[in-house]
C-alpha cells in the first residue's frame, strides 16, 4: 500500500477530477480555457511581425513596416490585456473548485463508517500525501488551461519555422527529450516522497508536539525538548535524503536534454544564415522563434510536469479515497429498527485492533435486552470500550457477528444506526464552540434548541459548570479564541455528558 501501484489507474482517475472541477463552475472553466487560447495567439505572432518588419525595412516597403508595426503593438496589447482577464477570471474558478475539492474530501473521509483506516499507518501515509496534494489540486486546472497555451504558442511557432525550410521543424524534435525529462522527473521524485512518507508523517507529529500547547507542559517538565529536535532532525533525513538523491538525478538528466536542445538551437541559426543563405528577415524569424521556442517548451514542460506531479498523482489519491469510502458503503441493505423487540446481541465476536493480532476481545456472547441496564466492569485493558466501539459500528467485528433484532449490524446504514444511539465515551473531544452548541451536537436537528440543550446540562450534571461561566451558555470555549474560557477536564467531562444525554429517546444509550 505504500507504493503508488495499487492506485486508480491514470487516465480514469484524471477525468473524474477534471469532471469534478467542471461540475463545480462549468461557466466559469469554459471561459478560463478560451482565454488561455486567446491569450497564446497574439503573443507567438511576435516573431512573425519581427520578419515582416525587418523586410519592409530592408525593401524600402513602407506600406509593410506599418503593417509589422501595428501587428507589433496589437500583439503586446493584447498579449497583456488577455493576459490580465484571463488571470482574473481562472482565480475566480479556482476558488470556487477549491472550496468544491476540499469540501469533497473532508465528506469522503467524515463518510467512512468505520475508524479502522485511521489506525492503519499504511492508509495513514496516503491520506497524509493526499492533504498536501488537494490543497494545490485546485492549481491543476489552471495548470491544464496553461499548458494549453502553451501548446498553442508552440504550434503557431513550429509552423513559423517550417515556412522557412521543413528541415527546421526538427528543431522541435530535440526538445521531445526535456518533455519526456519532465513527464518522468515528478513521478520518480513522488515515489521517492511516498517510500518515505511515514518518516516525514513522524517528523510532522514531532514538531507538534514539540511546538504544540497540549504536550507543552510535560515537554518542559520532561526535559525532551532537545531529544524531540533530534529526533525529528533524524527523521527528516531519512525522508529527505533519498528524496534529495532522486532529486538530483533525475535534474542531471533533465539537464542534459536542454543541453541537446541548445546545441540544435544553435545549429538550426547556422543552417538558415549560411547554409540556406537566407535574407535577413529569416533568419531574424529563426532567431525569435527558436528563442521564443524554447521558452514555449519551458513553459509546456514545466507544466506537463506540475500536471503529471499534482494532476496523475493527486487525482489518482482522490478516487482512490472515492473508491475507498463508496465501497465502505455498500452492503448496507438492512434498515435500524427504530424500537428494539428482541434486543442486541453478541454472537462469538472476537476482535483485534488493525495492525495486530493480539484478541482484545476473544469469543464474547453477550446479550443487551430493551429496557434494561447493563454494566460492563472488568480491569483496564479488558475491552470494555471496544465493546463499546464495535456496538457503535466504529470497528467491524474481526470474528462473529453483532445482531440488532435478529437482523445483522453490520448490513445497517451506519449513519441510520448511529442517528438511533446517544452516549458519551471517555476519549470525548473538546468542542470549543459556543457552550449551547458544544452541548447542541449531540442532537443536531436540536443545535439552537436552547431549552432541549438547558434540559441536556440538566440530566448530565453539567448546571454547576455552566452557572459558573459569565455569559453561561453562550460563553465560547477554549482559550485560543477571542474570549474563549480554557475548562478543567472535569469540566469538560461534564458537558460531553450532556451531549450524550441530547437525545432523549435513543435506542441504546452508552455511557464509557
Known sequence: MSSTDDLPPALPAMWRALKRGYEAAPSLLSVSLGLALAAALPDALLALWFKLLADGVLGGRRGLVTTAAVG???SAAATWFLRVISERTQRRFRDQVTIALESHVAWLQASVATVEHHERPVYLDRLAMLRNQVFVLDHMYMSLFTTCGWVLRLGVTVALLVSIHPALALLAAFALPTVLTSTWRPGVERAAEERGASANRLARHLFDVATTA???KEVRVTRIGA???AQRRAAWERWYGPVAQA???SA??????????G?????????VASVLASPPGAVLLVLAAGSRLSAYIGGTVGEIGFLRGIWLEGSRRLAWLEDYAAAQSRGADVPAPDRLGDGIRFEHVSFAYPGTERLVLDDVDLRLAPGSVVAIVGENGAGKTTLVKLLCRLYQPTKGR????GAELARMPPATWRSRLAGAFQDFFRFEFRVRHTVGV???PRLDDRPAVAAAVERGGARDVVRQLAAGLETQLGSTWPEGVELSFGQWQKLALARGFMRERPLVLVLD
Not at 546545441?263 to 543552417?271: D, E, P, Q, S, W
Not at 453483532?402 to 433484532?405: K, R
Open 227 to 229: 531529544r524531540l529536535v
Open 247 to 249: 532529486r538530483r538525478r
Open 402 to 405: 453483532i445482531l440488532v433484532d
Open 442 to 444: 449531540g442532537d443536531l
Open 72 to 74: 507589433l503593438g496589437v
Open 263 to 271: 546545441a540544435a538551437y544553435v545549429g538550426a541559426v547556422v543552417f
Open 214 to 216: 497540549p504536550p507543552g
Open 252 to 261: 542531471a538528466w533533465h539537464a542534459l536534454a536542454w543541453a541537446l536542445f
